[in-house]
């Protein structure tokens, strides 16, 4: 299962989403990643339905005037269309002796392990970055210093495919005190 999981662009996710109680254990595996401190610094803000289309009006609004009209139209078309959308937030604790890294990776073990359950239940998704600015801290109710960790959108892919995955080996050296650094050999 691991091993077929593959991003799928918007375009590319239909209908149907996760129903309720299978985005119930979509965001129930996210509770289990390793979390320094056990802070849980993450809030999920599912986004579905009716707020999907507030959504693209939103992004409308937003955009209008510094997008062309052909990529905003094609924009706002492919958020309408999206089946289920998760925005994954930090929501660090900055009195705390856990950096704020480490809390921001929980986050974004998180938002894999969203994809990963989505994955695993059938379903497929993508994650995208988001530059909050205030209009977006206050729409998500965000402390100055969280973020969007990522947009996760969620559907059902149109047709199923493999992506073509470099080998590990590339990216791993073995290490010991005699030998140093080493080119991975098995
Ligand atoms: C933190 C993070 C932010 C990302 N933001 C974007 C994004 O804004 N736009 C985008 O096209 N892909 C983004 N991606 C990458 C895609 O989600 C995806 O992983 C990538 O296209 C590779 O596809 P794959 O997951 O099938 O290997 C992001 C990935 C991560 C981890």
């Known amino acids: ?12 996710l239909i209908d149907p989403a996760p129903n ?11 509770m289990t990643v390793p979390d320094h401190g056990n802070i849980k610094p993450w809030r999920f803000i599912v986004v579905q339905g009716q707020g999907i289309q507030d959504l693209s009006l939103l992004v409308q609004d937003k955009y209008a005037g510094s997008m062309s009209e052909q990529h905003l139209n094609a924009f706002v078309r492919e958020i309408a269309s999206t089946p289920m959308m998760i925005f994954v937030c930090s929501n660090l604790v900055l009195e705390h002796h856990v950096p704020v890294l480490d809390q921001q990776m929980a986050g974004a073990a998180a938002c894999e392990h969203i994809l990963l359950a989505a994955h695993a239940l059938g379903f497929a998704g993508i994650w995208h970055s ?12 965000l402390k100055t210093e969280d973020s969007v960790l990522g947009v996760l ?7 199923t495919s493999r992506a073509k995955r470099k080998s590990f080996t590339e ?3 073995t290490w010991d005190r005699k030998h140093g650094l080493q080119e991975w050999s098995p």
């Not at 299962?1 to 590319?12: E, F, P, Q, T, V």
């Not at 309720?20 to 996210?30: D, I, K, S």
């Not at 959108?153 to 047709?159: D, Q, V, Y």
């Open 20 to 30: 309720q109680a299978q985005l119930a254990t979509v965001l129930q595996a996210a």
């Open 153 to 159: 959108s969620i559907g059902t892919p149109k047709r």
């Open 130 to 141: 988001l530059e909050a600015d205030d209009g977006l801290h206050r729409l998500l109710n």
């Open 171 to 173: 990216f791993t050296q």
């Open 1 to 12: 299962m691991l091993m077929s999981r593959r991003s799928y662009a918007r375009g590319n």
